[in-house]
């Protein structure tokens, strides 16, 4: 019996440590997938902290490019400029450092292209939320740095992945998120611990949840989970332009080193974006400072001016009230601009606080909108006082016309009055006019100018006074009736021109000394002058002379004498004409 049992506790023992050999490495096989699961969790979750951090970033930069719009109104202040060229370099080293982990964030064009290419200054960044100790750095140096700092955390994730390789639950366990992590359940919606020291109990929990079927898989309950998480990991694979973290977040890759390795990246990825996030927000809190600043600084002063403004259109408003002298088209534009110039200057006595820049920019709305009231008025009031001069000018122009038209009557009337005495001088002197009119002490031919009287419609021609006059009211009469004046070819003529003159017609020319040319009191006329004044000079004391009629002795057409100057004519007075007015408004 003994041989025949021999054979079998050989071949049992031989099963069973088979069995114990094959056992064990199903058992490695289990952790090592647990292993990776944990890790690609913890990848997950390091992404979801990277999103948040994007967001922020996001977000942050946002608030720096409001920041940087409202800064180009002072724009000039030095110490504005050196902080918004510090913002600009804080987001150009935050899409750097985007950029060197595949990860789009809009940190481009964060303040506006006026600041690009600022100078920076020698002021270093100040304020509650400045991160960095110092911004004076150019974009090389940023990049520089930034480098550096990828650099050395790459050295990091060499220990880190021996970390990982000893113990999955190591890196799972340091990180200080929150997001869900693969402990007992395989549920990916249970909450990882936030502590940053290992338990001792990890690994042999982490063994022991590794079951085929587990409760939550078995549940139907669980497949809108398994859905939303396929889609959760689906969504943060995009989050990075990397197709080996994708995979890993997909749960596509099962070696541990490179699931570990992705980790250390994600949280390399979203320590710099916090880092770019807190120092955007240091620059944006200082050029935010500044910005104040330089606008209650320029507010001030912008109040300075318009308050010494003040008086001088308070001024020009009285001055402009004064000029116009009540001579307006209406009474309330006066009172308007009185109004107006009163509000102005009572704003000289508002008490503002100078450090409170919403106040002071309050005021100096108040005072821009009250001049504006002013100079409104103002046009309204030099409208006003046009319109006045132009309706008072219309009014004196009327006044004008009727004066000059009573004025003509009467002359009408006096000269009416006077053509019956014309006419009797003229019956009684026929043979036309002899000797020297009363008045004149010179000899013929010898008559000054200035005793003499100019025609009006016959340029360079002279008469006796008396005989101009009467001769300018027969050319009244002609142009009533033909539309033209009377054409005169001689009048008055000195000793000299009767010389010419006898010299050239001979005996139709009177001796020299003795024409009546020489007295001022004859003249000769164009044709159809002359056969008006033939017929109806008499009643202006001018004739035709018998001698020169026809069948005279000297047969002259031509030839007229005034045979009255002992006519005295009651001339009415001249009327007294308004003179226009100007504008008392300059402009």
Not at 180 to 200: D, K
Request: some cysteine; hydrophobic content about 40%.
């Amino acid at each position: 019996m003994r041989k025949f049992h021999l054979p079998f506790r050989w071949q049992t023992a031989t099963t069973f440590a088979v069995c114990c050999f094959l056992g064990g490495i199903a058992v490695a096989l289990g952790v090592h997938e647990q292993r990776v699961g944990s890790a690609v969790e913890e990848a997950r979750a390091q992404a979801r902290l990277l999103d948040e951090e994007r967001e922020k970033l996001e977000l942050t930069l946002a608030k720096a490019r409001e920041v940087s719009e409202v800064s180009e109104s002072v724009a000039d202040e030095d110490l504005v400029a050196s902080a918004a060229a510090e913002l600009a370099q804080a987001a150009t080293s935050a899409a750097f450092a985007a950029e060197q982990h595949n990860i789009l964030v809009s940190a481009s064009a964060v303040v506006p292209p006026a600041w690009a290419n600022a100078p920076l200054g020698v002021e270093t960044a100040r304020g509650p939320y400045a991160a960095t100790p110092s911004l004076e750095v150019d974009v090389a140096a940023v990049l520089g740095e930034v480098e550096a700092a990828v650099s050395d955390e790459a050295d990091d994730a060499t220990t880190s992945d021996a970390t990982v390789e000893a113990s999955p639950d190591a890196s799972a366990s340091a990180s200080p998120s929150t997001e869900p992590s693969a402990t007992a359940s395989a549920s990916p919606s249970v909450e990882a611990s936030a502590s940053t020291e290992p338990s001792p109990s990890a690994s042999a929990s982490a063994d022991a949840s590794v079951e085929p079927s587990a409760e939550p898989s078995a549940s139907p309950e669980a497949e809108p989970t398994e859905t939303t998480a396929a889609e959760d990991a689906a969504a943060l694979a995009t989050l990075i332009d990397d197709s080996e973290v994708a995979q890993v977040l997909l749960g596509e890759i099962d070696d541990l080193e490179t699931v570990a390795a992705t980790v250390t990246r994600l949280e390399q990825a979203a320590a710099q974006l916090d880092a770019a996030t807190r120092r955007i927000e240091g620059t944006t809190a200082v050029l935010e400072a500044a910005t104040a600043e330089a606008a209650l600084e320029r507010a001030n002063l912008t109040l300075e001016q318009k308050l010494d403004a003040v008086k001088a259109v308070g001024d020009s408003a009285k001055d402009m009230i004064e000029a116009v002298d009540g001579k307006v088209a209406k009474k309330s534009t006066i009172t308007d601009l009185t109004q107006a110039r009163r509000t102005l200057l009572d704003l000289r006595k508002t008490e503002v606080d100078r450090d409170d820049a919403e106040a002071v920019e309050v005021l100096i709305t108040d005072v821009r909108n009250a001049t504006l009231n002013v100079e409104a008025a103002e046009q309204a009031l030099y409208k006003s006082h046009h319109a006045w001069v132009k309706s008072e000018n219309k009014r004196r122009t009327q006044i004008n016309k009727k004066r000059l038209a009573t004025y003509e009557r009467q002359v009408d009337k006096a000269y009416a009055n006077a053509h019956a005495q014309y006419a009797n001088a003229a019956a009684a002197r026929q043979d036309g006019w002899s000797g020297a009119p009363s008045g004149i002490s010179y000899s013929n031919g010898q008559v000054p100018s200035s005793q003499l009287c100019s025609l009006s419609f016959a340029a360079g021609h002279q008469l006796q006074c008396d005989a101009a006059e009467a001769l300018e009211r027969a050319d009244d009469a002609y142009y009533a009736q033909t539309g033209s004046h009377l054409s005169v070819s001689s009048s008055y003529r000195s000793y000299g021109a009767q010389v010419a003159t006898k010299a050239s017609k001979g005996y139709l020319a009177a001796t020299p000394g003795t024409s009546n040319h020489g007295w001022g009191m004859a003249a000769d006329f164009a044709p159809a002058s002359a056969a008006w004044m033939s017929a109806n000079g008499e009643k202006y004391g001018w004739v035709h002379p018998l001698w020169a009629r026809p069948g005279g002795s000297k047969p002259e057409s031509w030839h007229l004498e005034f045979v009255a100057p002992d006519i005295t004519v009651n001339m009415p007075s001249k009327p007294t004409l308004m003179k226009k007015v100007s504008s008392s408004l300059k402009g």
